[in-house]
């Protein structure tokens, strides 16, 4: 289950010092222009590579939301081939965010995202479903 409702949007702030990822990560996202055609494409073994899984897991977000990241690791003008919004300061995110939803939006912020397993009640739960 998403933590968002459908046609919404997630900000991603990160550090990224140490840049995009690993070797094999980083040269897989930059040569990636399509996400369809990548996903079409890792189901042959051929096409293998170590640490794939990210950008397969990128490609699942970004077919159902808008993605606005935020990172001073990251060269702005490299961000743009990453399959995200760059955004120039953390506040802009916030900013499009409820200039797209609304000021009445309803904004989730999990600090060390990756390391958290949200939970919801049901009745928080079905105000995420679709219509």
Known sequence: MW???????????????????????????????????FVHDIYDFRN???????????????????????????PKDQQTDLFVAPLDTPQSGIERVLEKHGLDARIIAIPDGPYVLAKLEPEELNKLKEP
């Open 48 to 74: 293998f590579v170590i640490d794939q899984w990210q950008l397969e897991e990128l490609a699942k977000v970004a077919r159902k939301a808008e993605i606005y990241f935020y990172a001073e690791g990251i």
């Open 3 to 37: 933590l968002r409702k459908v046609g919404g949007s997630i900000v991603l702030y990160a550090e990224c010092s140490q840049g995009i990822g690993s070797g094999p990560f980083t040269d897989l996202i930059l040569k990636t222009k399509d996400l369809k055609q």
